[in-house]
């Protein structure tokens, strides 16, 4: 986020205690952001494919495990 001094016009990331590093006014506001949104992730599919198979594994060893 970027912020911007009315009084005196500076901009910057941030303003340590609310105050404009330039002029020391308190009179500063919030600019828009002007970043992208983050792109949501893709899943790949072979991440899907080896949960199943942890799953199987799982299984099968409970019943290897189980008496009779």
Known sequence: MT???LTCSYKGVFFKGGVCPACGSANIKQLASS???P???VRKP???LFACALWL???VEIVRKWPG
Do not use: G, N
Request: charged share 15%; net charge positive.
């Open 57 to 59: 594994y799982l299984l």
């Open 3 to 5: 912020y911007q001094c």
């Open 35 to 37: 970043t992208k949104p």
């Open 39 to 41: 792109a949501p992730k």
């Open 46 to 48: 072979y991440m899907l």
